[in-house]
RNA sequence: GUGGGUAUAGUUCAGUUGGUUAGAGCGCCAGAUUGUGGCUCUGGAAGUCGUGGGUUCGAAUCCCACUACUCACC
């Protein structure tokens, strides 16, 4: 069975950005969307039941954390993914490529695959394309993403190109290691920041047909308009009847400015881990709930939000909480984040609805603040 | 009442044979965080060294008195 499917309903006539539908085994997706991250098989602070809640559409899950802790064999065991974290919507899982990047000393690139030390005992591990395929069909996500080398920034050409075209080597190999029939394999656009890379990086992953493309290596430090920038020329160069995934994206400006180009999904811990650091995302900008400025501060995290920490707590109850380390602070502040970027791509798909993408962009900039070339 | 001990940042405490601008943890204040190696990281403010006197070129440090707290014994 093959029930994976990507819809184009819409696309925005004055900016270009796509109203779509994802057909998955655990349900359908709208998009553009911003997916959650469970890394170890739980968004932090949050339960599978709060989640549902916030009528978040899907998840992510990581392979290289799920393979070191509790190790893949005991989550196929315990019958998926799904099964083990209670969640029957969609899941997707990245494929460990970015981690094994981030791991820095600890792991050493070859052509066969990247040998890396555990952060967690320093054992020794190999992954390769077809073991990463094998973790992820027993992790059993809906969509499972190609294992990539990602690339640092800055980058130079050689070592950019170098990078690109192992992923696309490694990417031919997942392919024809993948069996599960019920899984979308993603492939993963590289080529670092140099736009002929990427494009020709698009060209060679389209050829080999996978059922949707992750955009990989941005958000990795450079400057907001560079990453804009390869976004303008990777976007239009895709196939317009599958979807796109901007991987690591994003802030709430990343995200509206990334729908606006073409991109279909995002995921992006900076919600999720500014919220267990005392920062609120508020339709009026970034509010550090920790100040001292809201010690008295009687009124909701965003006075414009209807979510359960907003409609019940105060400012002034939600720093005491982070103040004394209640994980009741974490989990309200996280609540409330995730609510805010998953009604704010609800607010946005309804306006690409209406061709209203640029106006919604520059409502959304007037009240948030800054003009999507700074810091969040 | 008698004898001993202690007194240094908001707090718990370091502080060398007396030596230049008295430090640390926690707390406080602020900043960071973009396919999570994160209850993490970075920075900042903050002290009439209990009070008063003395010795000395120089005292948180040595001496005296006082005060507070504390322990033991009456």
Known sequence: MNSFKYELLHVDTSTGARLGRLHTPHGVIDTPCYMPVGTAAAVKAMTSRDMLELDAPILLANTYHLYLRPGHELVSNAGGLHRFMAWDRPILTDSGGFQVFSLGDLRKVREDGVMFQSHIDGSRHLFTPEKVMEIEEALGADIIMAFDECSPYPCDRERAQRAMDRTHRWAERCKAAHRRSDQALFGIVQGAFYEDLRLQSVKTLTDMDFPGYGIGGLSVGEPKPIMYQMLDAVAPALPAHKPRYLMGVGSPDCLIEGALRGIDMFDCVLATRVARNGTALTSRGRIVVRNAAYAADLSPLDPECDCYACRSFSRAYIRHMLNVKEITGAH????????????????????????????FRAAFYDKYGGDGTGRF
Do not use: C, P, T, Y
């Open 332 to 359: 309200l502040v996280s609540l409330h984040n995730l609510h805010f970027l998953i009604q704010l791509m609800a607010e946005l798909r309804a306006a690409i609805a209406n061709d209203k993408g640029a106006e």
